[in-house]
């Protein structure tokens, strides 16, 4: 295998997308992958050196949405305008993408990142700990069909018993989802993260601002990449570093895609991630008298029998039924806008029938 094929290997390419560039015959255009996005304008990498790069305009005036621009972790295809500088003309099909709704947008999926294996979904054990903001970053990444691992960070700032009681807790409200204690102060659970990491698989860290992700894939690169916040003394939590999407290349292998803190996760479509998430409601929910069964009043109902005598846990419930309401809101918001478009397409061709006005 030639040196380059090694390194497109190492940086995620894969047979899927090999199989692509020989289906759209594009397998002679030089390839590339998104690095970092900063308002349309890109970096690159390959086995040539890292590009700025910016799309072509008929990829631009074909999109119809933001999707249809590449994000960080995309595979592109690329033409050099000189040696620093590309343009992107194709995004190659992706295994996955990761999205939320866009805050303050109805029915607006933002995209994160792309062609994600694992996530390391990150929060600080000291301050705002919370098991359902847990089950709400899962579920965008059950999916998105990438698997989902726990961080509980700045374990050295508890008492190592109540560090205890939050492990066994978390377990019990998501028992299939592997969770590591860390401290980048002390660098405990570290070692256990890097053995996680595997070369040609791609990685991503969720969670929100302060939780200490920059200072964790610093020392997972083993180098300053990141720049990280002070923490404030009054309030015990770090301050918000990350500007935007950023994809960094580890030497020992794989590659490692952080994302800026989330204040909020809003859920899009994820009727499949919310199965997978709750399952032990979901299973309930066939049992159910009713098909149509909101779960929350009906005689007959399985998972409310269940939530009565305590084999499903009430904070997991109230959760799963804010997040369905809002995946629910957003599915009919986002068909309204679609019958929208339809009806002004239609006006538009009703208009274009009729025959010009005579003077």
């Not at 190659?92 to 994160?112: C, D």
């Not at 860390?182 to 595997?198: A, K």
């Not at 008298?289 to 929350?296: A, E, G, I, L, P």
Request: hydrophobic content about 35%; charged content about 25%; some cysteine.
């Amino acid at each position: 295998m030639t040196t380059h094929n090694n390194i497109l290997i190492q940086l995620g390419f894969s047979s899927s997308f090999e199989n692509y560039l020989k289906e759209k015959q594009l397998h002679d255009w030089e390839i590339a992958r998104i690095t970092s996005e900063h308002k349309e304008r890109y970096r690159l990498v390959n086995h040539n050196g890292e590009f700025e790069g910016e799309v072509i305009g008929t990829l631009r005036f074909t999109a119809q949405n933001r999707e249809d621009f590449p994000v960080v972790g995309d595979w592109v295809t690329i033409t050099k305008y000189d040696d620093a500088k590309v343009f992107i003309h194709h995004i190659l099909k992706r295994t996955n993408i990761l999205k939320r709704q866009a805050v303050g947008k109805a029915a607006t999926a933002q995209p994160i990142a792309a062609n994600v294996d694992y996530a390391f979904v990150v929060e600080s054990v000291n301050r705002d700990f919370s098991i359902n903001r847990f089950q709400r970053y899962i579920t965008l990444c059950f999916e998105a069909r990438i698997s989902p691992i726990l961080v509980l960070n700045k374990a050295d700032l508890i008492d190592t018993d109540i560090l205890r009681e939050l492990v066994e807790e978390v377990n019990n409200r998501i028992p299939d989802v592997p969770v590591i204690t860390t401290s980048c102060l002390s660098q405990s659970g570290i070692s256990d993260l890097q053995e996680l990491i595997l070369s040609g698989k791609t990685y991503c860290f969720l969670g929100s601002s302060g939780v200490g992700k920059s200072s964790l894939i610093n020392l997972l690169s083993g180098s300053e990449v990141m720049e990280t916040g002070v923490i404030g003394s009054g309030t015990q939590r770090g301050k918000h570093v990350t500007s935007h999407r950023e994809l960094i290349i580890l030497l020992r292998g794989g590659v490692l895609i952080d994302n800026p803190g989330m204040r909020e996760v809003g859920i899009t479509n994820a009727e499949s991630g919310l199965g997978t998430t709750f399952v032990d409601i979901t299973s309930l929910a066939k049992q159910c008298k009713y098909t149509d069964c909101t779960h929350q009043h009906e005689d007959g109902c399985a998972v409310l029998e269940a939530l009565e005598n305590g084999e499903i846990d009430r904070d997991s419930y109230n959760n799963f039924l804010k997040m369905q309401r809002e995946a629910q809101h957003y599915s009919y918001t986002e068909a309204e806008k679609r019958q929208k478009g339809k009806d002004f397409a239609k006006m538009v061709k009703q208009v274009k029938k009729r025959k010009p006005w005579k003077y």
